[in-house]
């Protein structure tokens, strides 16, 4: 297994893999009463984010860690490692929003982050701390008021021009669509979900390997993770928000309630300026981004915190974790097999539970095989050498 820092940093991607895939399987909200289950809970909006974090802890430690290269030669080159990689990420995602996998597709957007990262790949972590901070505090605001102008002008805004709407496979190649989906209207909207990217670089260019700075991600992560949840809480709970929706929007209180707690777009919240205020997955919400960090920053935290005592006993997931894209990519294909157009009828008979079971499983002894072999997931592989292949030759020196 790689070193302890690298590995603690595995273990938090492996539980961001894992809880995808939960979000992606078992049911999230009561099909009958609308209120959100444990799955709903917890994996909605969360791993995604937690995701998107360590992406930048990634881009960071690939970049020289605490130390970023400055030597110009260095620089071009992790560039354009980092550029091949990307659109190559993108590319993948793209072949497999293709398939009828009933999942909104994060690798497009994946892609399209690291692109937006490379001219900040020379900060250090206090400049990159601001940076996420000014994102989450002003993002927000252009978010919500671009929805709502774009609602009264717009015909079909935001519901059409989501892909994951999109009656055919074929809108793909609507840029309009493709361009809108990206920016405002998906489930990862590049508007809003660098603050992820660029907190997760700063904390890359911590000290990962000091016990005090793992602490210091998770005391801070959780009490904004409480605080945000908090103030989400006294809106929905205190306020008479819950009642108000319910009436506003003609659905029974479950319902509402679901969907502030899940968060599936299948109600406008952002047309009400108490939006700002709820926590609600995928919504974009202050609340939403500041609790999502939280999160993501306190499991960092936590994970490296472990690592060292239950080194032997998170080597599959940490294994899981050090192949993220050929896990994601193979969820997929099998998701498309269990309930796309062409599944088999025996399909119907594998339950939600059943299938996350097998895919925790397959996740697991993948990691442990790729820890014992100590070799790249497949894909990691190809992107790997293709990324070095178009940068040629790594600058020598330190």
Same mark, same amino acid.
């Given at each position: 297994m790689s070193s302890p820092r690298i590995a603690g940093v595995d273990v938090a991607r492996g539980l961001a893999l894992l809880g995808m895939m939960a979000a992606h399987v078992l049911v999230i909200s009561d099909p009958v009463t609308g209120e959100p289950t444990l799955t709903g809970w917890l994996a909605t909006g969360r791993p995604s984010a937690l995701f998107a974090l360590l992406a930048g802890v990634g881009l960071a430690l690939m970049t020289g860690g605490t130390r970023p290269a400055r030597d110009p030669a260095k620089v071009r080159w992790n560039r354009a490692v980092i550029a091949t *990689?990307? /659109?190559l990420v993108v590319l993948t #995602?793209? =072949?497999?929003?293709?398939?009828? +996998?009933?999942?909104?597709? !994060? =690798?497009?957007?994946? #892609?399209?982050?690291f692109i937006l990262a490379l001219p900040f790949l020379r900060l250090r972590a206090r400049a990159l701390w601001w940076i996420a901070a000014g994102w989450v505090t002003l993002a927000p605001v252009l978010y919500w008021a671009l929805h709502n102008e774009l609602r009264s002008t717009l015909e079909?805004?935001?519901?059409?021009? *989501?892909?994951?709407?999109?009656?055919?496979?074929l809108d793909l190649a609507d840029p309009a669509l493709l361009g809108m989906d990206l920016a405002l209207t998906g489930y990862y909207p590049l508007l809003l979900w660098p603050a992820y990217l660029f907190a997760g670089m700063a904390a890359g260019r911590s000290d990962l /390997?000091?016990? +005090? %700075? +793992? %602490? *210091?991600?998770? %005391? !801070? $992560? #959780?009490?904004?993770? !409480?605080? &945000?949840? +908090?103030?989400?809480w006294s809106m929905i709970h205190a306020t008479g928000l819950l009642p108000d929706y319910a009436q506003r929007f003609v659905q029974p209180? #479950?319902? %509402?309630?679901?969907?502030?707690?899940? /968060? @599936?777009? @299948?109600?406008?919240?952002?047309?009400?300026? *108490?939006?700002?205020?709820?926590? @609600?997955?995928?919504? $974009? &919400?202050?609340?939403?981004l500041v609790h999502t960090l939280g999160c993501a920053l306190a499991v960092l935290g936590a994970c490296l915190l472990v690592l060292p005592a239950l080194r032997a006993v998170l080597t599959p997931l940490a294994g899981a974790g050090a192949m993220p894209l050929t896990l994601y990519a193979g969820h997929?294909? !099998?998701l498309f097999a269990w309930r796309g157009e062409l599944a088999p009828s025996w399909a119907e008979e594998v339950s939600p539970a059943m299938m996350m079971a097998s895919l925790t499983a397959l996740a697991l002894a993948g990691g442990l095989v790729k820890a014992r072999l100590g070799r790249r997931g497949p894909l990691e592989s190809l992107i790997h050498s293709a990324g070095t292949t178009v940068a040629g030759p790594r600058p020598s020196g330190p």
């Open positions: *990689r990307a /659109g #995602g793209l =072949l497999l929003a293709m398939l009828d +996998a009933g999942v909104a597709i !994060i =690798l497009v957007h994946y #892609g399209v982050l079909g805004f935001p519901d059409y021009w *989501r892909l994951w709407h999109s009656p055919t496979p /390997g000091s016990r +005090a %700075v +793992a %602490v *210091r991600l998770l %005391v !801070i $992560g #959780g009490l904004l993770a !409480i605080v &945000s949840q +908090a103030i989400s209180e #479950g319902i %509402v309630r679901g969907e502030l707690l899940t /968060g @599936t777009h @299948t109600l406008p919240l952002i047309t009400d300026p *108490r939006w700002f205020l709820l926590a @609600t997955p995928h919504e $974009g &919400s202050t609340m939403d997929l294909l !099998i």
